[in-house]
């Protein structure tokens, strides 16, 4: 076992002998951009996920340090994200009012856990297993989640009342029946607010777009005061730090909250490797999946003591931040600092942003996270891909928020079992004649070629493993069955491992062989599966003369096995061994 080093303990060691004067400029600019940017998408964040707004400005200010100090991207931007806020509500609104003391308790406690079970994940050295999860499975729920967003935001922006925790149907029956207390004015102010949002990221992108809006809509909802008495403002953001805070941590809240606490740190992990994945294929950079988990474990568990709810990798402000110019994780340190300063200086100004406002940021945050490229894509390329898709989408809109991620997970493991336990099993034969230079073994599909009567060559694609044992042992009993052949060559190079359920299975595959005057064989076993499987005693019960490093060298020890009667009256003479 290697031993922990210094920089295992901690890793922001290793980037920080990269940092000098000219990275700390460009890191110091990025983190500029990244905490003008954050500002409104901290209050909006928030909004979404039912807490008062000052708590998603203090993820932002916390999460972002510790995921840095202790991940492994250096462009990773972490903090508060659209579709872990919605999965926050949405857990969390059944058990307490949003917005009030036992809330934001509960939201903590949340925090604390899930940060625990990512953790955990990192230490186990799990992060692997993000590679099995579909990222259909991600988009599905934030197209979802999009939707469920946008229908919370329908009653800001109309001045509809609607009872908090409602449900997705009976959100829209309840806009349906209070459609007398609409009120246009609401609506102008948010979609000024939004389209102003969108002709600035259009025609001014260096400019942060949602701060414009929301400046250009606090402004009409001041004029448009003298007209209705309907529109309402967030008010002022307290102007201090993250206050110190502490989770709840009665057996009852950790009961109550652990499964939910699963399904937000799965989320979150499979955001931050996926985004920090991405945007490494930029920059080149090699990302740690298990560091990654152990990063946004630490950033949750210390924002949960630090007024900040869960929080995970931003795609928007991780590929800005790479955008800019930054070249290690300083710039998200940076940003976060930048962001305390901002706070301190026009927190009050937030009592002058009208709710409407806010809602029409929220409306082009939530369009901002369907992706119709890859949605459009999965559609028409693949089906497995697209039933998870679907299926995930549609359980986000009707179902328990977490049981969809369950449930979209559970499907893409589902689909890549099923794609694993039936690997490919081509037949192979040499698709020239003895004595041909450079003669090799091609699948028959491709070029009709003759093949050795008693001889069956055939590649394994993939593991031999529980799960595809059953079908390896079905295409060999088509062999011996229908084609009456009982000496079969394995071309191995394809097998990546043989568990011991698949050992054992093939074992006795070879003493059905042997009884018929066969036997099962091997070549080109990789190195590390022979090892595996010389401990289990498998090449022992088979016999070492079962097993080869050549194909020349196989042809040379099962040919003269075969029955010379047969080789007598044969002319297909496929091997250079053929009497």
């Known amino acids: 076992m290697r031993k922990l080093t210094l920089n295992d303990l901690f890793p922001f060691l290793r980037w920080m002998r990269l940092v000098n004067k000219e990275t700390l400029r460009a890191d110091f600019f990025a983190g500029l951009t990244g905490a003008v940017i954050v500002l409104p998408q901290g209050v909006a964040f928030a909004t979404i996920a039912g807490l008062p707004p000052e708590y998603g400005l203090y993820t932002a200010m916390v999460t972002p340090i510790i995921a840095a100090l202790f991940g492994s991207s250096y462009h990773l931007v972490s ?80 001045g509809i009342p609607v009872p908090k925790g409602e449900s997705f149907l009976h959100t829209w029956m309840d806009l349906y029946q209070g459609w007398d207390n609409f009120n ?17 990221k259009k025609f001014l992108p260096r400019f942060p777009n949602l701060l414009a809006g929301m400046i250009v809509g606090s402004v009409l909802a001041l004029w448009f005061q003298q007209y209705t008495d309907g529109i309402k403002l967030v008010g002022e953001i307290p102007a201090q730090l993250p206050p110190l805070s502490s989770p709840e941590f009665s057996l009852e809240s950790i009961r109550l909250l652990a499964p ?77 600092i930048i962001l305390m300063g901002i706070v301190l200086l026009i927190a009050p100004l937030t009592a002058y942003l009208p709710i409407a406002a806010m809602g029409g940021v929220i409306l082009l945050v939530a369009y901002n996270l369907v992706d119709f490229h890859h ?122 491992f043989i568990d011991l359920a698949g050992a054992e299975a093939l074992e006795a595959e070879n003493r059905k062989l042997a009884k018929l005057g066969g036997g099962l064989y091997f070549v080109g076993l990789k190195p590390s599966v022979y090892e595996f499987v010389a401990k289990t005693g498998f090449v022992k019960h088979l016999g070492a003369d079962h097993f080869f490093d050549s194909k020349t060298q196989a042809f040379r020890t099962i040919i003269p096995r075969l029955d010379p009667k047969i080789c007598e009256t044969c002319n297909a003479q496929v091997f250079e061994e053929c009497p």
């Open 79 to 158: 903090g508060p994200t659209t579709a872990i806020s919605i999965v926050v509500f949405s857990t969390l609104s059944s058990f307490a009012e949003p917005g009030s003391e036992e809330f934001i308790r509960l939201a903590l406690t949340l925090t604390f856990l899930a940060g625990v079970y990512q953790l955990a994940f990192g230490l186990a050295r799990l992060g692997s297993l993000v590679n099995f999860v579909s990222h259909t499975v991600v988009i599905g729920f934030t197209a979802g989640a999009a939707i469920l967003i946008a229908t919370s935001q329908v009653k800001s922006i109309t």
């Open 260 to 336: 939910q606490a699963f399904a937000v740190a799965l989320l979150g992990l499979i955001e931050a490797v996926s985004i920090s994945r991405a945007v490494a294929t930029k920059s080149n950079q090699r990302i740690d999946a298990n560091q990654e988990f152990i990063g946004q474990g630490m950033s949750n568990i210390v924002g949960s003591f630090f007024s900040s709810y869960a929080g995970s990798g931003s795609f928007t402000r991780s590929g800005i931040n790479y955008d800019a110019g930054a070249r290690t994780p300083m710039s998200a340190i940076f940003a976060a």
């Open 375 to 496: 949605i459009k894509n999965t559609l028409v390329l693949s089906r497995s891909e697209a039933a998870i898709l679907l299926t995930t989408f549609f359980a986000t809109l009707f179902l328990e928020l977490e049981f969809a991620i369950y449930l979209g997970v559970l499907l893409s493991l589902v689909f890549f079992l099923a794609k694993t336990s039936t690997p490919q099993i081509p037949t192979l034969a040499f698709d020239e004649p003895p004595g041909t230079p450079g003669r090799k073994l091609i699948h028959i599909d491709v070029k009709p070629v003759k093949q050795c009567p008693q001889l069956k060559i055939i590649r394994i694609d993939m593991s031999v493993y529980f799960g595809s044992i059953n079908h390896i042992l079905n295409r060999l009993g088509q062999i011996t069955e229908n084609e009456r052949i009982y000496h079969i060559l394995i071309e191995a190079s394809g097998i990546n």
């Open 184 to 200: 246009p004015y609401i609506l102008i102010i948010a979609l000024v607010t939004l389209v102003t949002a969108i002709l600035f």
